[in-house]
């Protein structure tokens, strides 16, 4: 069945970029996410990228896919502790399908 | 994005008893909502598709008379949890599917605990 998988913590420094990794083994996956969730809190969608896509950026953030590797990142620059939080990875087969997570990266950033 | 309101954020409740969990959009109509289990440090588990006027499609395991889901308005889903064992004690999670299909935007979660 579907897997999507990630490392479970990553930490930095503030200022220095993270890196947060995600591999998945469906591959028909159509749309892969990156949620960020903090503490006792809902998921907030930071990003998504199509499955035809290599790399989408969106001001700090930049999403890399290998779709041959089924392998997607996320790399966040000049992290702040801010961004302290735990991102989930998911992917999807169609619009509208159900998402299936990855396990999630705890990122601690320390002043 | 839309805005999705869960209520209520955390329930505490006796064991044998059921508590309802809200679930509302905002800010547009919502033919589709999702409800998820999450799990301490763990990721989120798909537990059902909820369909405006229609029952909701649970996930494989997931028993339809533990978690009864009513969808009855395109802003309104509810989770309720019937008879109520601290195994059920989790982090609920409800998500609407956007204007664009491939998005679901999440509430803050409801945490419940069964004592």
């Known amino acids: 069945g579907e897997d999507v998988e990630q490392s479970l913590f990553l930490s930095v420094r503030e200022g220095d970029s993270s890196v947060i990794n995600c591999t998945y083994t469906?591959?028909?996956?159509?749309?892969l996410y990156w949620y960020k969730q903090e503490p006792g809190a809902g998921l907030q969608l930071l990003t998504y990228?199509?499955?035809?896509?290599d790399m989408k950026q969106d001001q700090r953030l930049t999403v890399l896919l290998n779709k041959k590797d089924k392998h997607l990142s996320l790399r966040i620059a000049d992290t702040q502790t801010g961004d302290s939080a735990i991102y989930f990875c998911a992917e999807t087969q169609n619009q509208g399908g159900k998402l299936i997570f990855g396990q999630g990266t705890e990122l601690s950033v320390k002043p | 994005g839309a805005v999705v309101s869960q209520h209520p954020s955390w329930v505490i409740c006796k064991s044998g008893t059921s508590v309802k969990i809200e679930c509302r959009s905002l800010?547009?109509?919502?033919?589709?909502m999702f409800w998820y289990r999450q799990f301490p440090k763990q990721s989120l588990m798909l537990m059902a598709t909820?369909?405006?006027?229609?029952?909701?499609?649970?996930e494989q395991g997931v028993e339809k008379d533990k978690f009864l889901i009513n969808h009855a308005s395109l802003t309104l889903s509810t989770l309720t949890v019937t008879s109520a064992h601290p195994e059920d004690s989790s982090f609920y999670i409800c998500?609407?599917?956007?204007?664009?299909?491939?998005?679901?935007?999440f509430g803050a979660g409801t945490r419940l605990s069964v004592l």
């Open positions: 469906d591959s028909s996956s159509t749309y």
């Open positions: 990228i199509f499955s035809n896509m």
């Open positions: 800010d547009f109509q919502a033919t589709t």
């Open positions: 998500s609407v599917q956007g204007l664009a299909k491939n998005i679901q935007y």
């Open positions: 909820s369909n405006e006027g229609s029952k909701a499609t649970y």
